[in-house]
């Protein structure tokens, strides 16, 4: 079966693209922006550029079709005045590409993300919980499970929804805690960490991700599950990273309110998928520590 | 109707009242303005002497199972609050935003609490919910902007859409005299009539504390909705085909509590508007 993966060039998708290839399956991969078109992933792929808030291309062939959707624009933003051109990014493209398809798409692979629950007090969100989306971004990405789930129950296709906690590795933006931690360590500078004592988040590598969107493409199972590796808190990742960069010195917690915590409960993935993160936060970093160096 | 009902008895009020919508509706003393918010540029403002804004446009017609309802569902519901909040001026003090009882779900537990946990099974209870959200995050972007969400239960009378089985059970009492109900006798229901919904809105907009509230009619069963419309006509036979069904009703205290407020038609006498009304359309 051909796989379509939107949002193709982004952290996750220039990592699910090969990762797809390699099992045998034809992609045809769609990215916003041409420059980033990657020929050398071999004859199995196809890039095109296509930017879906203006419009989905049709899909030639005949063949059954499986799409994975990571576009999406990504925001921190609660401004209201910012939701309609982030559903325009990712729910509605997504949800009329699914249509076009018609009986061709048998399965949908839909990357939303852990904002949907909002910020927890303690352990660890699970797919039951009720939802409280954090900003415009989580919204979105809550109305496109909506939208989705609607739509697969009158077209009959799968929809494997996964709800994935904050993605780091290679080609993931500079601007993330994690990366600020790795700049100061490396760097020889003090490592602060904005937040409480027991503040904490959940981290995974894009290694993780990839596999875990490949077990949903290979199972094929209709499903929300979220894809973390539960919590840790925010000093010890910070301490982590001093860890990595050869620091013996702890970090310091400044013990002011930096939002809040987030984690997620990945019980459901192991059992529907067989899902289990295998990248530590402390083999991450490591392998993060040279290209951030690199840019220094 | 909703709109209209409350425009009017917030002039006689004394407030100075706009409406917008994409359809032309005179409402004495409101300046009616026709504009089609999802059509607004980002630049768009409430009027600048603007201090509340009510916010009912929005779509309750179930949603095709195609893409295409199920996408103007979503930008009828969710993407038109997204930019009502937007086009608030600093001067807008107030913004209450009409949800439903349907953003409780099929597994909340009658009468629902506005925190009884909410998870909405429907798709029109899922975009009202992301409604809910998007006023949520526009409170906590600019705090001094008063949110009031009102959950209306199921609002009927002159104008409202013939949705709900009340209206169901008036067409076959009409045409047969009798009626036959899917349910059994004593599933709970809750129906507000429109002129109490207007009333709420209204004191939603005038004073009631930030925050949600449920406004619902108090609730009743299908056997006393049955005998009001039957009290409407010499015979009426009833006939309940049993089976299980999950209560629908709010807990309307916290409202109450707050403003007052009590519906003041009852279901003997809404429903009897109802009745003459439609057997005036059918003569």
Redesign the interface.
């Known amino acids: 079966m051909r796989w379509i993966v939107t949002g193709a060039t982004g952290l996750i998708g220039r990592h699910l693209v090969p990762a797809i290839a390699a099992t045998g399956s034809r992609v045809t991969a769609w990215s916003r922006t041409a420059a980033d078109v990657r020929p050398g992933d071999g004859p199995l792929v196809d890039f095109r550029n296509v930017d879906l808030a203006l419009a989905a291309p049709p899909v030639d062939g005949e063949d059954d079709v499986g799409v994975v959707m990571l576009a999406a624009q990504i925001s921190g933003s609660?401004?209201?005045?910012d939701?309609?051109g982030l559903?325009e990014a990712d729910?509605?493209p997504h949800?009329?590409l699914?249509?076009s398809l018609g009986s061709r798409l048998k399965h949908v692979v839909y990357a939303s993300s852990c904002t949907v629950y909002g910020y927890i007090d303690h352990g660890a969100s699970r797919e039951a919980d009720?939802l409280?989306?954090l900003?415009?971004y989580a919204?979105e990405k809550?109305?496109a499970e909506?939208?989705l789930e609607?739509?697969a129950?009158?077209q009959g296709f799968g929809l494997s929804v996964l709800r994935i906690a904050q993605v780091y590795g290679p080609g993931a933006p500079d601007a993330g805690a994690l990366y600020g931690f790795l700049d100061a360590a490396v760097s020889g500078q003090p490592v602060v960490v904005n937040a409480g004592p027991g503040a904490f988040r959940d981290y995974i590598h894009v290694d993780d991700v990839v596999h875990a969107i490949s077990l949903a493409i290979d199972a094929r199972a209709s499903c929300t599950v979220n894809i973390g590796t539960g919590p840790i808190r925010i000093a010890d990742a910070a301490r982590v990273a001093l860890q990595v960069s050869g620091r013996s010195d702890d970090p310091q917690v400044l013990a002011r309110s930096s939002g809040g915590n987030m984690a997620l409960d990945w019980s459901l993935a192991h059992d529907r998928l067989g899902f289990e993160p295998t990248v530590s936060l402390e083999t991450g970093l490591a392998r993060e520590l040279a290209r951030v160096a690199q840019s220094m | 109707m909703l709109g209209a009902a409350t425009a009017a008895r917030l002039v006689a009020a004394g407030h100075t009242v706009h409406g917008f919508d994409r359809i032309e509706h005179a409402v004495a003393g409101v300046t009616t303005h026709r504009v089609d918010l999802l059509g607004i540029s980002s630049a768009f403002r409430w009027p600048d002497d603007a201090e509340a804004v009510l916010h009912l446009a929005g779509t309750w017609q179930s949603p095709t199972s195609d893409p295409r309802g199920l996408t103007a569902h979503l930008r009828a519901n969710v993407e038109l609050v997204a930019r009502s909040l937007a086009a608030c001026a600093p001067s807008v003090r107030r913004f209450v935003y009409v949800s439903s009882m349907s953003v409780y779900g099929r597994d909340a537990v009658a009468p629902y609490c506005e925190d009884s946990p909410l998870r909405p099974d429907s798709f029109y209870g899922r975009t009202k919910w992301l409604g809910e959200q998007v006023c949520r995050m526009a409170q906590d972007l600019r705090p001094e902007l008063e949110v009031v969400i009102l959950r209306l239960a199921q609002v009927y009378g002159p104008g409202t859409p013939p949705r709900v089985v009340l209206y169901d059970f008036i067409a076959q009492a009409l045409a047969n005299q009798s009626i036959r109900a899917q349910c059994g006798p004593d599933l709970v229901r809750d129906h507000l009539y429109l002129t109490d919904a207007a009333e709420a809105l209204a004191l939603a907009i005038e004073r009631v504390p930030p925050g949600t509230y449920n406004v619902g009619g108090g609730g009743h069963t299908m056997a006393e909705l049955a005998a009001a419309i039957g009290s409407a006509f010499p015979i009426t036979t009833t006939i309940f085909a049993g089976g299980s069904g999950v209560a629908k009703m709010v807990d309307s205290s916290a409202f109450a509590a707050a403003t007052g407020f009590s519906p003041r038609t009852s279901l003997e006498h809404g429903v009897r508007v109802e009745v003459d009304r439609m057997a005036g359309e059918r003569r």
């Open positions: 609660k401004d209201p005045a939701l309609p559903l729910a509605l949800t009329a699914a249509a009720p409280r989306p900003n415009a919204i809550a109305a909506f939208m609607g739509l129950r009158t």
